[in-house]
């Protein structure tokens, strides 16, 4: 029985053959992959197309099936590492020595790299150039404008695009033929809603529904995602009442991310929450204009995550103020 693995891994891609719905990408990589000619590159684009899956397809591809036992393929993960030393030295380590098999280089893949700081940045890339003969780069980032111009001129730039309506078919399909469950038509078109073209969550949801019911529906998708959203609200602020911000700040990410949570539904059941919650009357109308003025904010296209953090962090300093 495999019901204990997230679906996100196991349905990951294991060539860039099963790379879903990203055709002129897998096509040139494919390409690189004949001629063996890998250059630094930059997968680029939004959360759960298939970035950092296609990264590790790719070094499958090239190395076989133990391409990370055998020392071919290192990722890390820039959001993970406390500063640039810590991986200038996790590079150094890994580039040092090439295997004896093989094309005469290594992949090193730098997830979230639109994390670093600018200045950790140029650090980074003076690490590309001392061990470029050795290492070739991925940079995977959601924005490529967060990436400072010097290494975006060293590296071939792939666009990810969202995945659409027949990628997330595809997707359903596999899954569903894999895992003996029917999806009807109207619950693919509510993943496909809900999901905005992620894979991820398109995965995560199908999963979770699938604990419900083998059938699943439209209804079955919007209640798992809404049912995620009440708890995962009210959790956030919770943690952001008790100052955890940090931890708030995870929830939410994983809530907007992970769990197919739109930011409508989050703002909408913060508006429920904030009438329960234990901070002073003239706060509770504060939090509620704040609430009223980033719905705005989000709709001239600010970034959700960025503003529901602006009320979370209004939520703790209400709630010491109280203390
Ligand atoms: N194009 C795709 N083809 C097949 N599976 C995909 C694709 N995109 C995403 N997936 C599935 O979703 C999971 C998450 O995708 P992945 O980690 O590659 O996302 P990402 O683009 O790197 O997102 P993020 O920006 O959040 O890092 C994968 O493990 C895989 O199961
Ligand atoms: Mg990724």
């Known amino acids: 029985m495999s019901e204990g693995i997230p679906w996100i891994e196991k349905y ?3 060539s860039l053959r099963d790379v879903i719905d990203q055709e002129p990408i897998v096509e040139a990589l494919t390409g690189l992959l004949k001629t063996k000619g ?3 590159m930059i997968f680029t684009g939004p959360p759960g197309v298939g970035k950092t899956a296609a990264a590790h397809a790719l070094a499958r591809d090239l190395f076989g099936d133990r391409y990370v036992e055998d020392g071919h393929f290192l990722e890390i993960n820039a ?3 406390r500063g640039i030393d810590v991986i200038r030295e996790k590079v150094k380590t890994f ?3 090439i295997p004896m098999a093989g094309p005469g280089f290594k992949i090193l893949l730098l997830d979230e790299s639109d994390m670093l700081t600018a200045e950790a940045q140029h650090a980074f890339r003076r690490v590309m150039e001392q061990f470029s003969a050795t290492c070739r780069f991925i940079l995977a980032a959601n924005y490529l404008n967060r990436i400072i111009e010097p290494i975006q001129s060293r590296c071939a ?3 990810f695009r969202a995945i659409d309506e027949s990628g997330v078919r595809k997707m359903v399909e596999r899954v569903s033929k894999s895992e003996g469950i029917s999806v009807e038509e109207g619950a693919l078109k509510a993943l496909y809603e809900v999901s905005e073209g992620d894979l991820r969550k398109v995965l995560n949801v199908l999963q979770t529904a699938s604990i419900y019911s083998r059938t699943v529906t439209a209804d079955l998708v919007y209640r ?3 049912f995620a959203a009440a708890v995962d609200v009210r959790r956030m602020m919770e943690l952001a009442l008790n100052g955890k911000l940090d ?3 995870r929830v939410l990410r994983q809530a907007l991310y992970v769990n ?4 409508r539904e989050i703002l909408n059941r913060m508006y429920a929450e904030v009438f329960y919650i234990p901070v002073r009357e003239v706060d509770k109308a504060r939090i509620l204009s704040l609430l009223g003025e980033i719905d705005y904010r989000i709709s001239q296209g600010a970034t959700p995550e960025v503003q529901i953090m602006t009320v979370l962090a209004t939520l703790q300093s209400a709630s010491q103020a109280l203390k």
């Open 38 to 40: 890998i250059p630094h």
């Open 260 to 263: 197919g949570v739109s930011e």
């Open 247 to 249: 931890e708030a700040k």
């Open 224 to 226: 798992v995602v809404g």
């Open 12 to 14: 990951r891609p294991k």
């Open 157 to 159: 730039v792939f666009r």
């Open 95 to 97: 580039a040092r020595m």
């Open 79 to 81: 959001s993970d590492e």
